[in-house]
């Protein structure tokens, strides 16, 4: 299985370089609609205000939506390819490797029926191109992708959840693989040299929590303040900042990418906290967040003996679209 995915990966279009995010994933969408059949369509293909849209889960679970298990190769091509449509070559690769984990899962848990790296679904709201909204999600265990698109308005791309269970693989053939290597590394490098810096008040709890804590729910909202401010940072150290937000927003195309960071900053730089809980060394429990006017990021290992890890981000009026589609309807009105 981890093969095929390896294949599908590489076998990706280059659709997504010749065109711009929206029409990439306009003619993504509908190349694997009419690569269905109808009983497979009636699952892929769910109203725009369906409520299921807004059904964000992480974790193993039955989904709305066409799993790839129940897909003929020619359509599982066609389901990654709109998978392409929005990723970046980064952020593409993150994915497919979270999903070969499921195999990796299967092996030392013994439980293939339950990790199965063909159990991450598909589902098309609305019609490709309606000005007024559609979107798609590419979603199973560790791995949420959600696109909104509203023409003239702009491109959600939250929630966005990456997970990795191992958080390092520890035996076999990908012996070494830490798919999100760089959420944590480069936040455990930042919260370290802040410490050396004499600035304490990045940790503000010396135990982590043992989940995320914007866990599933449909709606994100502000945590409390917790670590240091940008604006009492250095210069170099607000770079590193940058550097780990950017590492979130990059699992998007340059484009999408952009317009994100744009957003963030135009709410207000320096008023972005970033927080650590727990501890500091390689192996420790921790969680962190970075957190700013419009939006959090979250990631936290601390489940299997802090080889688990969870990494979300997400934005408060945002999501799913929801500012975009405001303005939208408000302009209608």
Request: aromatic share 8%.
């Amino acid at each position: 299985m981890k093969n095929l995915l390896l294949i599908l990966f590489f076998s990706l279009p280059i659709l997504a370089g010749e065109l711009d995010p929206a029409a990439a994933s306009k003619v993504a969408a509908d190349k694997f609609l009419a690569s269905l059949d109808p009983a497979q369509k009636s699952k892929a293909a769910l109203p725009f205000t369906s409520e299921e849209r807004e059904n964000f889960r992480y974790t193993p679970r039955e989904r709305a939506g066409l799993p790839l298990k129940e897909m003929a190769a020619p359509q599982r091509e066609a389901a990654m390819a709109l998978l392409d449509s929005a990723m970046s070559e980064k952020g593409k690769l993150k994915a497919t490797q979270i999903m070969s984990l499921e195999g990796i899962l299967a092996e030392i848990e013994n439980n293939p029926l339950k990790r199965d790296p063909t159990k991450y679904y598909v589902a098309i709201f609305g019609t490709p191109g309606d000005p007024k909204g559609w979107g798609w999600r590419f979603e199973g265990h560790h791995l949420s992708v959600n696109l909104t698109f509203v023409a003239g308005k702009g491109i959600a791309v939250t929630p966005s959840f990456m997970g990795s269970n191992p958080g390092e693989v520890r035996q076999g053939a990908e012996k070494g693989l830490r798919v999100l290597a760089a959420e944590e590394d480069l936040a455990r490098a930042l919260a370290t040299t802040l410490l050396a810096a004499g600035k304490t008040g990045v940790i503000f709890s010396e135990k982590a929590p043992a989940e995320i804590l914007s866990f599933e729910n449909r709606k994100a909202t502000a945590l409390d303040p917790g670590g240091v401010l940008s604006s009492d940072l250095t210069g170099t150290q607000r770079s590193a900042l940058l550097t780990l937000l950017s590492e979130y927003t990059g699992r998007y195309r340059p484009e999408i990418a952009a317009t994100d960071m744009a957003k963030i900053k135009a709410a207000g730089l320096e008023k972005i906290r970033f927080g650590w809980a727990g501890g500091t060394q390689p192996g420790d429990a921790y969680y962190y967040r970075i957190q700013g006017p419009t939006f959090l990021m979250e990631a936290a290992n601390t489940q299997n003996n802090a080889n688990h890890v969870h990494a979300t981000w997400r934005d408060f009026n945002g999501d799913f679209g929801r500012d975009l589609l405001g303005e939208h309807f408000s302009g209608d009105h």
